[in-house]
């Protein structure tokens, strides 16, 4: 079963989750005076076919801000937070999100499995982040998820170094299970690690950072397309 986040990512040219984030890890601000419209605009300018939404506390974020995002796009809406109970599904749902993460390492297996079914239930895609093989075993329905490596530690609250690699390991392992869209999320820092995770194989990418302090986004946006180009070539046959 696909849903329109999985099916908006799946079409997309260039695959990018773009994300609204107020502050990094570290608490330094993302937005620089912008407004949620401002940085909206210029993703559904950039051509993202989904949208993210932090509304977790520590990265600065509030359930309003969801609220305001979903009301100004009509692009798939994914919320990210510390999802712990059904309940929280449904205040997703009434804000606007038609995806919600669920973060395999804060969660007993049997709470994932429970809030897995609940958010298919509701309409939501479950967009489930694991960091390893057994996170990975845990999550239930992979076929409807949307499953996500985090290359950063979460319970460390993001801080340190991402490590593409986890994404570039774990790849077949997420293949396996039949998910439909295998993304890579978190400390993706330049168009060359985002190419790198396209070419080989990733479906979609998770950014915030990055596009956020890119002085130029487009100018990212056309170096991740001019790295990709000699392969897009190659498959063309040219
Ligand atoms: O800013 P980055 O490094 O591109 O990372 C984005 C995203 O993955 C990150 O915001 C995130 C990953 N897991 C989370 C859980 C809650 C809130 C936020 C997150």
Same mark, same amino acid.
């Given at each position: 079963m696909t849903t329109p986040f999985i099916e908006a990512l799946l079409a997309a040219e260039r695959p990018l989750v773009m994300e609204v984030k107020r502050r990094d890890a570290d608490g *330094?601000? *993302? #937005?620089? &005076? /912008?407004?949620p419209a401002d940085i909206v605009a210029a993703y559904e300018e950039m051509g993202a076919p989904c949208i993210s939404v932090v509304t977790g506390r520590w990265f600065g974020g509030t359930p309003e801000l969801l609220r305001d995002v979903a009301r100004i796009t009509r692009l798939p809406v994914l919320q990210k937070d510390f999802i712990t109970r059904a309940g929280h599904l449904e205040q997703a749902r009434d804000l606007g999100a038609s995806a919600v993460l669920l973060t395999a390492g804060l969660l007993p297996a049997v709470s994932l499995g429970k809030l897995v079914t609940a958010a298919l239930r509701a309409g939501l895609t479950p967009f489930v982040e694991v960091t390893s093989e057994e996170e990975l075993a845990a999550v239930p329905h992979p076929r409807d998820c949307l499953i996500a490596v985090n290359n950063k530690d979460i319970r460390r609250r $993001? /801080? &340190?170094?991402? $490590? #593409?690699d986890r994404s570039l390991d774990l790849l077949p392992a997420l293949r396996a299970t039949g998910t439909p869209c295998p993304v890579s999320a978190s400390g993706i820092d330049g168009p060359a690690a985002a190419a790198r995770l396209l070419d080989e194989g990733y479906a979609g990418l998770l950014v915030a950072t990055a596009l956020l302090r890119a002085p130029r986004p487009h100018d990212w946006l056309a170096e991740l397309d001019a790295l990709r180009a000699p392969a897009a070539r190659q498959t063309a046959g040219a």
């Open positions: *330094l601000d *993302l #937005i620089a &005076g /912008r407004t $993001e /801080r &340190g170094q991402a $490590e #593409i």
